[in-house]
């Protein structure tokens, strides 16, 4: 659109499509070419123009309020705000502590096992779930609370118990592999199992694409082309044997909201180099990716896996303890078939290190049988305020609420750390006090604008525009201007929310408790940083 829009040919004009720099794609694409979709492009300019309107209007606000080279952006406020109420409701958590049991139980020849307390008299013990994490008191008044005194009386009062297994459940299971990669479960993927940043991430995948090694790497699609999956079942039976290709090639729903499925999910290309046959001329990054995309393409296409799930319960005898009936509880899980396993385990490495990992193995014992306790200790849980965002977590939330598109999530990311509203604390993505102004003024101002549910309204709208079912000229003056109909949830559009008195002040000192003399403590954020207010 572009070149045409600058040379303005008159010979006949085609677009070429192709999702993989391969000759079959390429000879595929020049026989079946096609015209310009005016609507996509109507819809990439609506997108452009809005980030503008939105940056370049709400961005000397926050100059003029908080600080200078600050910006605000139609998904980096938001992303800033989700860091933000994470860290406040971390900020409102009340720790609260429970103890538990911890025993060694061992019968006749069979090995030595673990198994935790879980009921005392008919109740179970309480866990984190069942605190308040406002308040630190517990929540389900059904469970047992069992504190360091309790836990010692008990412990000492079982030393002696006998015990024997009151229940024994054996479940089948069966394990399904999860899709071929998209841009943002790669990112989330690749920050798990190697460490790296979103933006390292989608350098390597370029660099890969480039290479002609893997296809168009910015999809939100799971689903893989014919050509694909036959060649990965062809390559499944020739490298792990029959017995893991799966009668039925698999086909998965794309289940992210706001999925445009431009391109197909990302995989190898149609030569499907093994990892360890790739070019040496690659980095050390390119290749661990490579070898992720590759597994993951391969696992989608295999057979599940099967095993088995155990689930032991042991009882004192009698009930002879001073703390009456105590139920300690085992679980186990033995893998008959690894299936997709052989190939890929999500966040882990070695597939086969991980498989050893996964399986738990339980004595085989059946209803009745004596146990002995060969050593109980009391355990000290604390419950836990909820984690801080890693770059993966935060590329799955943004995606499960549809906010932004996952082409996107690098750059949201590095501009939130560039801006200052985010620092890294190992992998923990911290909100600094300037995100915390930043987030105050937004949310009193322009709440709708960094309202999680009106951003991914607004990335629906796009999506009716590239499909030709909405006008771009005019959801862009109903956005800008409001909608004198009120039938746009941009209501008085963003001109009536420019126009407001805003206390710079307020907005700029963030609460920090109270000292010994009963006096409020306060940040303030000043043009030259954070400072404390006595």
Not at 30 to 43: H, M
Request: proline content about 4%; overall charge negative.
């Amino acid at each position: 659109w572009h070149l045409l829009e600058l040379l303005k040919p008159k010979v006949p004009t085609k677009r070429l499509v192709f999702h993989e720099i391969t000759k079959s794609a390429i000879k595929e694409a020049l026989e079946t070419p096609r015209e310009l979709d005016e609507s996509l492009v109507s819809a990439q300019e609506t997108r452009r123009i809005l980030d503008r309107l939105y940056g370049y209007s709400v961005s000397p606000v926050l100059w003029r309020n908080v600080g200078p080279k600050l910006s605000a952006g139609r998904v980096q406020s938001v992303t800033t705000r989700l860091i933000v109420d994470r860290e406040k409701e971390r900020m409102k958590f009340v720790r609260s502590e429970f103890w538990d049991l911890t025993g060694s139980f061992k019968g006749g020849e069979g090995p030595e096992f673990d198994a935790v307390l879980s009921s005392i008299d008919g109740k179970r013990i309480a866990r984190g779930k069942d605190f308040d994490a406002d308040t630190g008191l517990l929540s389900n008044k059904e469970v047992a609370h069992i504190d360091k005194a309790k836990a010692d009386e008990l412990a000492k009062g079982l030393a002696d118990a006998s015990f024997s297994v009151k229940t024994v459940e054996k479940k089948p299971f069966t394990g399904k592999p999860a899709p071929a990669f998209t841009t943002s479960t790669l990112q989330q993927e690749s920050n798990h199992k190697l460490r790296l940043s979103a933006r390292a991430t989608m350098g390597a995948a370029q660099a890969l694409y480039q290479n002609g090694l893997i296809t168009y790497m910015r999809t939100d699609s799971t689903t893989l082309s014919d050509e694909a999956i036959q060649r990965s079942r062809e390559e499944i039976e020739r490298l792990y044997g029959a017995e893991y290709l799966p009668e039925a090639s698999r086909k998965y729903q794309t289940k992210v909201a706001n999925a445009q499925e431009a391109h197909e999910a990302i995989r190898p290309s149609s030569d499907f180099t093994k990892p360890e046959d790739l070019p040496k001329s690659l980095g050390d990054r390119e290749i661990k990716v490579y070898e992720l995309i590759w597994k993951r393409t391969m696992a989608c296409q295999m057979e599940n896996s099967r095993g088995f799930r155990t689930s032991v319960e042991l009882v004192n005898s009698g009930g002879e303890t001073e703390g009456g009936t105590c139920v300690f509880r085992a679980s186990g899980k033995t893998i008959e078939f690894p299936g997709y396993l052989r190939a890929y385990v999500e966040g882990a490495d070695n597939p086969d290190a991980e498989l050893a990992d996964k399986e738990t193995l339980l004595p085989s014992m059946s209803e009745g049988d004596a146990m002995d306790l060969l050593k109980v200790e009391p355990k000290e849980h604390m419950t836990q305020p909820p984690a801080r965002y890693t770059e993966a977590s935060l590329v799955k939330e943004l995606e499960a609420r549809g906010i932004g598109r996952p082409s996107t999530y690098a750059s949201i990311i590095d501009t939130i750390q560039f801006r200052g509203y985010v620092d890294k604390n190992g992998t923990a993505l911290v909100p600094t006090f300037i995100a915390f102004s930043v987030t105050n003024l937004m949310e009193e101002h322009f709440d709708r604008l960094v309202n999680y549910e009106f951003t991914a309204e607004m990335e629906n709208d796009l999506d009716k525009i590239s499909r030709g079912e909405r006008n771009s000229l005019e959801y862009l003056r109903n956005f800008y201007f409001g909608d004198d109909q009120a039938k746009e949830p941009t209501g008085a559009g963003l001109t009536g929310l420019l126009g407001a008195d805003i206390d710079a002040r307020a907005v700029n000192t963030l609460p920090l408790g109270k000292d010994d003399e009963g006096q409020m403590i306060n940040i303030r954020v000043g043009r030259y940083g954070p400072y404390l207010e006595v």
